[in-house]
């Protein structure tokens, strides 16, 4: 089964900017809104941005003005940049469809952690 594959992630201090990809082939991720889930420990999986496929998106509040969703359908690939970042962005980060389709489709995530 496919699954995408995440990447961009690192230890930042607070303040800082990091840029994450996502590359997701296969037609279920090309044809359907991608989002930005994210994961602190102890916590549940939580969406934190959406994006469609004709480029319409949406954020929840706490990365509102901070954060950017964007994806590049020639390249199979969707992004998150993250400026401003803050030491409750810290989480594993991973992408996937947008509402979830396959929930056994989760790449490896990618760590972002911020400093304060």
């Known amino acids: 089964q496919v699954q995408p594959v995440e990447s961009g992630g690192g230890l930042v201090q607070a303040g800082g900017s990091l840029r994450l990809s996502c590359a997701a082939s296969g037609s279920i991720f090309s044809l359907n809104a991608m989002g930005w889930y994210r994961q602190a420990p102890g916590t549940q999986r939580k969406l934190v941005a959406s994006?469609?496929?004709?480029?319409?998106?949406n954020l929840v509040d706490s990365v509102k003005g901070r954060f950017t969703i964007s994806r590049d359908n020639a390249k199979n690939t969707v992004y998150l940049q993250m400026n401003s970042l803050k030491p409750e962005d810290t989480a594993v980060y991973y992408c996937n469809t947008v509402p979830l389709l396959l929930p056994n489709s989760w790449g490896q995530g990618t760590q972002v952690t911020v400093s304060s």
């Open positions: 994006i469609t496929n004709g480029g319409g998106s």
